[in-house]
């Protein structure tokens, strides 16, 4: 553990996050909708037959769910990181 935790601070987790980390940490569901739209759109601009149209109306929802669901698991890695790094004191 130790050495992961070495490897952590070399990569920056000790750092403050930028702004977008941020947001994205306070609001996953809502960063999986703005994935979601865009990306469902893009799907039905492009979509030629009946079939593709139901790809790209169900692709937008996923991926926008698996956004969301890495901002959630990054939201819980980062904050048992932090209590094993010690920069919580929340005692």
Same mark, same amino acid.
């Given at each position: %553990? /130790? %050495?992961? +935790? !070495?490897? /952590?601070?070399?990569?920056?987790? =000790?750092? &403050?996050? #930028?702004? +977008?980390?941020? *947001? $994205?940490?306070?609001? &996953? $569901?809502?960063?999986?909708? *703005?994935? !979601?739209? &865009? #990306? @469902?759109? =893009? =799907? +039905?601009?492009?979509?030629? /037959? &009946? =079939? ?12 926008? #769910?698996?956004? @969301?669901? %890495?901002?959630?698991?990054?939201? @819980? ?7 094993? %790094? ?6």
């Amino acid at each position: %553990m /130790e %050495m992961y +935790l !070495a490897v /952590e601070r070399k990569a920056g987790a =000790g750092l &403050p996050r #930028t702004r +977008l980390q941020r *947001w $994205v940490a306070r609001h &996953p $569901v809502r960063f999986g909708v *703005w994935i !979601a739209i &865009p #990306t @469902s759109l =893009g =799907g +039905l601009l492009f979509a030629k /037959e &009946p =079939g593709a149209v139901v790809v790209a109306l169900a692709f937008g929802p996923v991926l926008g #769910t698996l956004y @969301s669901l %890495m901002a959630i698991a990054d939201r @819980s890695i980062r904050a048992a990181l932090r209590r094993r %790094m010690g920069l919580d004191n929340a005692d």
